[in-house]
């Protein structure tokens, strides 16, 4: 037995020991994430091996501008085969995140953004540097090629924000010509940096060209379906 003190009444009782226990916590019932909790899943979801493998590849880009600058300025061989290096390797990551993201289910907003991102900085840096360049020491790529690569790719900015303005939101949908387009641009950066023959070259950049004007034609006929296809606005609604 053991003594318990009231804290109201100052009065003794006698309790059994086995009756002396401390009280039991009662399950805390379901509650929303915390902050630090919610923040803590999200990164764990956002950073997923696809997206990991996406930022490395545009933390390559700097690297490879550097190096191949370098060998243009400098003539030094090393610097054109770490840029060739490098751009392989950024490359090659394009189709290596986009298969983790579908095989593992990776798939993210945060990808959707950063993928295209990456595949811009390194394409169109890599196609203006070799178009501008004056050296003797790579061929260059033709004007016509970096023009229509960065003529389709605006186009495509303005399309995707009328159809967001329009419809309230733009899916693009990837096509067949648009990858085959990516492959070419990027086999005319690589076949300068290994001086292959410069018809090849030529032949290379007109086919590039060739699928990237086309891709461009289908997006822009996409978008002009996704347009007409939105629907009518509601009574009393503005009229755009």
């Not at 399309?159 to 086999?187: I, S």
Request: charged share 15%.
């Amino acid at each position: 037995m053991a003594a318990a003190t009231s804290a109201v009444s100052g009065r003794s009782y006698w309790l059994l020991e086995s009756q002396v226990r401390p009280p039991t916590r009662p399950a805390l019932p379901d509650r929303p994430l915390t902050p630090v909790r919610a923040c803590v899943e999200t990164r764990s979801t956002v950073m997923t091996t696809a997206n990991k493998i996406t930022i490395t590849r545009i933390l390559l880009v700097p690297v490879f501008v550097v190096a191949l600058l370098h060998y243009l300025d400098s003539g030094r061989e090393w610097s054109r085969w770490i840029a060739l290096a490098v751009f392989l390797l950024a490359a090659i990551g394009d189709g290596v995140d986009g298969f983790v993201a579908r095989r593992f289910n990776q798939k993210t907003e945060m990808g959707a953004v950063l993928d295209p991102v990456a595949d811009k900085l390194l394409l169109v840096l890599g196609l203006v540097i070799l178009t501008l360049n004056t050296s003797a020491r790579l061929d260059r790529i033709p004007l016509w090629l970096a023009a229509t690569v960065l003529g389709r790719d605006v186009m495509l900015l303005l399309l995707g924000v009328l159809v967001y303005y329009l419809v309230g939101h733009a899916t693009v949908r990837p096509h067949v010509t648009g990858k085959v387009a990516t492959v070419l641009q990027m086999a005319c950066v690589v076949w300068a940096l290994l001086k292959g023959p410069t018809t090849w070259l030529f032949w290379l950049a007109a086919a590039a060209t060739a699928f990237t004007a086309l891709s461009g034609l289908i997006y822009l006929g996409d978008a002009v379906v996704m347009i007409r296809r939105r629907p009518p606005p509601a009574a009393g609604a503005p009229k755009v």
